[in-house]
C-alpha cells in the first residue's frame, strides 16, 4: 500500500478536509464540465493537481481553482493561457549552462560569417538541487515533475535572478525537466536534483 506522502497516491481534494503545506490534491474535470462525478458512470475530461502553499482548512472559498489563491498553487495565466508552475526554491548551488545556436559560413583566409541559428537560440539549461527536504515537500516536487512527464513545459516561479523574467512583455520562460532524481539522505531528510530544459513551447 502506498505511504501518505507517496507520489502515487493523491487523492481528489474535499471541500471541508484540512491540508498542511506541500500537500498534492487533485481536481478532476467531467464531461460536463462538473468537478463532482454526477453518477458513477461518470467520464473524466481533464485532471489537474494542487499543491497546498500554506495550511487550509478546506473552506469551501479555498478551493484550488482560486485564480490567485494564497492556499493553492500549480497553475498561473500568462497571456490570458494557463500552465503548470514551478512552485519550489531550489538550493543555492544552481548550475547553468549556455550553449547559443549559430549558423556558421567560412570564408577564405580563416574569415567567418556568424549569425543567430533563430530567434531563440540562446535557450538555457540548469541543473538544480533542492538540499534538505522534508518527505512531503520532495515528493511534491517530484509529483510535480512526474505529472509533466518531460512533455508538457511549465514556468519557473522561483528562477535565480540573473535569469528571472521581467514580466514587462508577459513573456516567461518555459521548462521541460527530462530527468531528475531524489536522494534519501535520513530521516524527513531529501535531496532531489532535477535538469531544466528552457524550450520555446
Known sequence: MASENSIYNVKPWVS????TKDDV????????????????????????YYYALQS????????????DSTYWGGYTTINNQERPNFLWTPSYNVS?????????????????????DGLF??????????????EKEAAAILHFLKARKAVQSFVFQNLPDLYADSNEDGFEKKFVCPTFNST???????TVTAAFSQENN
Open 184 to 190: 534519501f539522505v535520513f530521516f524527513n531528510n531529501y
Open 16 to 19: 471541508g478536509d484540512s491540508y
Open 96 to 116: 547553468t549552462k549556455h550553449n547559443p545556436r549559430v549558423n556558421v559560413v567560412k570564408f577564405g583566409n580563416g574569415y567567418q560569417q556568424r549569425n543567430p
Open 25 to 48: 490534491v487533485m481536481r478532476i474535470t467531467y464531461l460536463d464540465g462538473t468537478t463532482t462525478p454526477p453518477n458513477t458512470n461518470a467520464v473524466p475530461k481533464e485532471v489537474k
Open 56 to 67: 487550509t482548512s478546506g473552506n469551501p472559498t479555498q478551493t484550488p481553482e482560486t485564480p
Open 121 to 134: 537560440s540562446s535557450l538555457i539549461k540548469m541543473d538544480l538541487t533542492f538540499d534538505k527536504r522534508s
